[in-house]
């Protein structure tokens, strides 16, 4: 009776997964045959079958519109984030970057500008505009004009024929100057220029807008200069007047003083062409060649230094010009924004004998920049009036 009772109680554990046997308990482990799922194995592959496969869906593709709108939102959101600036700090800072530009970017591309902005070309020379920030001869490593007129002499002559022309700087222009540029095809004619340029035989007039308004209205300044050194916090050299008379110890006249043996003789003609507020558009002619010598003779000589001329406003510091407050309000501007006017000095106009005898005269048309800030001066060019 025992015994069917214990082999009764053994079937019936056995049944819900559990034996006794000696007395002891023991945890039987059911593991499925081989080739064969567990039922929750099988319900599992049941639910990922059913439920749609996430891993493996495809991706959708980036459109381009897609792209485009995302690139505007990042470029709306940096304009944001940026300072406001005013419309001639933008178009200063665009001047900026653009110059920069030219000065970096590959020899062809900047011959192609150049080549888009010729003037006047014969058999002999050539006249460009130059554009503003870019030096004509430079050792720096940047891209110079001199550097791609090779490339400019081929695009102008066709790619293609191979004649050996050259073309080579003549009377060049500061690298913050704009306007026409004299180049000559070939050495002998470098050297015929550079002849009639001694015996004032080219004739070369700029245009500058000037802070200030010269008194009197016409006339010639000649006074030499000289490049000094200027102590301080700053240590520096610029060129300065260097007069050969000087007021006499009573005060009621001149005296003549003995010239210094390193200072240049100077000489520019000015002609104011229209003013106001308190600003004016100048026509200048320098009669020498020396260097600087008409922002030194405007800025020391006239006391109306060039618009952007940060070098010559001061004469003892390296500072921004300091504008009237009655130009800044034209230019819409604050005193601390001041360095970002570029320098208003514009070769207008060249004029030398051609080879044939006949006259060659040329006019280099206004840089956009010299067009806003003689409208917001109210500054009107000569025949436009």
């Known amino acids: 009776m025992n015994c069917c009772r214990r082999l009764a109680c053994t079937v019936g554990h056995r049944r819900s997964g559990w034996s006794f046997g000696c007395h002891m308990k023991t945890r039987t482990s059911f593991r499925p045959r081989p080739g064969t799922a567990s039922s929750s194995n099988r319900s599992q592959a049941t639910a990922a079958q059913e439920a749609p496969n996430t891993d493996t869906r495809e991706k959708p593709r980036l459109r381009a519109i897609d792209l485009a709108q995302k690139v505007q939102g990042e470029k709306a959101k940096t304009r944001a984030a940026e300072p406001q600036m005013s419309q001639l700090q933008r178009r200063t800072a665009e001047l900026k970057r653009f110059s920069q530009q030219l000065q970096n970017v590959h020899p062809n591309v900047l011959a192609k500008h150049l080549h888009k902005s010729v003037l006047y070309q014969d058999q ?35 790619m293609k024929v191979k004649n050996g022309t050259l073309l080579l700087s003549c009377l060049g222009l500061e690298k913050e100057t704009t306007g026409a540029l ?48 200027v102590t301080g916090s700053q240590p520096h050299y610029k060129m300065a007047l260097c007069p050969q008379y000087k007021m006499n110890d009573a005060g009621n006249g001149m005296i003549k003083v003995r010239a ?8 520019t003609k000015y002609k104011v062409l229209d003013s106001s507020s308190g600003c004016s558009l100048v026509e200048l002619e320098p009669l020498t060649g020396v260097k600087h010598q008409m922002r030194v003779h405007m800025a020391f000589a006239l006391t109306c230094p060039i618009l952007g001329d940060h070098k010559y406003s001061h004469w003892s510091k390296l500072a921004p010009q300091k504008v009237p407050e009655r130009v800044l309000g034209k230019l819409g501007l604050e005193q601390s924004k001041s360095r970002h006017i570029p320098l208003h000095l514009l070769a207008r106009q060249l004029t030398l004998p051609g080879t044939n005898g006949n006259e060659i005269s040329v006019s280099c048309p206004l840089p956009k920049y010299f067009t806003q800030i003689l409208k917001q001066l109210q500054l009107t060019p000569p025949g436009k009036r």
């Open 124 to 158: 002999d020379i050539v006249i460009i505009s130059k554009p503003y920030g870019v030096p004509v001869k430079d050792d720096s490593g940047v891209t110079s004009i001199s550097s791609v007129l090779p490339v400019l002499s081929k695009m102008m002559d066709g």
């Open 260 to 267: 210094h043996r390193q200072a240049h003789p100077a000489a």
């Open 182 to 229: 004299l180049l000559a095809r070939r050495e002998e004619v470098l050297e015929h220029l550079l002849n009639l340029h001694r015996s004032n035989q080219v004739q070369r007039k700029y245009w500058v807008v000037t802070v200030g308004v010269p008194v009197p209205s016409e006339g010639v300044i000649d006074i030499p200069i000289i490049e000094r050194e």
